[in-house]
């Protein structure tokens, strides 16, 4: 068979053809899950998000996250864990969301302790929540696992 330049141009389409169709067959595999079930709610109370936010700025150095070979303690200062009752940490993992966590204790536990075995290779964005006379507070870290 000889190769003139209307079985070059066919040959190209059809390479061409096979690249787009195999691209979006990719794409259309792709997880593409919102950041939380309830993505709207949210935008629409972030106004209360960044009240928040504004209220726990002095609260940032008040909450330690020190990760070990096997475990995680989340630590709390003396003066937060006798002013609320309750903490609330939500461990976010923004690759996937079945890998996050929620686990809840009492402020008079500090350090709190969290196995590692739990935890997946990552990064996680560590949110702990309290109340404090009906006010919300929330500091949020980094924290890597390896």
Same mark, same amino acid.
């Given at each position: 068979m000889k190769l003139n330049w209307g079985n070059g141009l066919i040959i190209f389409f #059809? /390479? @061409? @053809?096979i690249? #787009? @169709?195999s691209f979006v067959f990719f794409a259309m595999r792709q997880n593409i899950d919102l950041m939380s079930d309830d993505y709207y709610q949210k935008g629409a109370d972030y106004t209360d998000q960044i009240n928040i936010n504004k209220r726990s700025v002095a609260f940032q150095d008040s909450v330690q996250i020190i990760k070990s070979a096997n475990q995680v303690? /989340? /630590?709390?200062?003396k003066g937060l864990a006798s002013s609320c009752d309750s903490v609330f940490i939500y461990f976010f993992r923004s690759s996937d969301k079945t890998k996050d966590l929620r686990f809840g204790f009492k402020a008079s536990e500090s350090p709190y302790l969290i196995k590692t075995e739990k935890l997946f290779h990552g990064r996680y964005q560590v949110s702990l929540a309290w109340n404090v006379r009906n006010e919300k507070y929330s500091v949020t870290k980094t924290l890597d696992v390896e």
């Open positions: #059809v /390479i @061409f @053809f690249w #787009v @169709f303690q /989340i /630590i709390l200062s």
